[in-house]
């Protein structure tokens, strides 16, 4: 399914997780927002990266870490690179299964031509 990065995802929450490292999220949603950290704790930034992605049909959904990073953590948190667990944020359990579809869709296109492409549609 086609998608685009969402500017807005207000009203969204946590629906559930995919398992994915930063790299391969990175691979098939481009890149994320950074939220960079200069190794101290910073109490109210509680991610360190985030997709926003609005998918064709219309559903919002958020990829992002939380409270396991450098950000929140100073230097016992993990960097986006050791992460591999991310929550899926939206406004119904659809944004979990999109996401999902998207990195099984991509993995496939992956082992079927050996070219790492996406359905993102830029402007």
């Known amino acids: 399914m086609k998608f685009t990065k969402a500017i ?3 009203g ?3 629906q559930g997780n995919v398992g994915a490292t930063y790299q391969e999220l990175v691979e098939v949603f481009g890149e994320p927002i950074r939220y960079d950290s200069d190794g101290t704790t910073h109490m109210n930034n509680k991610t360190d ?6 998918f064709e049909d219309g559903t919002i959904a958020t990829i992002y870490n939380y409270k396991n990073g450098l ?4 230097a016992e948190g993990k960097r986006v690179n050791q ?6 944020g939206g406004h119904n359990e659809r944004a979990v299964f999109l996401v999902n579809e ?14 790492s492409t996406n359905n ?3 402007a």
Do not use: C, F, K, P
Not at 71 to 74: A, D
Not at 83 to 88: F, L
């Open 49 to 54: 990266a985030e997709w926003r992605i609005s």
């Open 102 to 115: 998207e990195l099984i869709d991509w993995q496939h296109r992956l082992h079927d031509t050996g070219e």
């Open 8 to 10: 807005e995802a207000n």
């Open 12 to 14: 969204t929450h946590l």
């Open 71 to 74: 950000n929140y953590l100073g």
């Open 120 to 122: 993102l549609v830029t």
């Open 83 to 88: 992460i591999n667990m991310w929550n899926v």
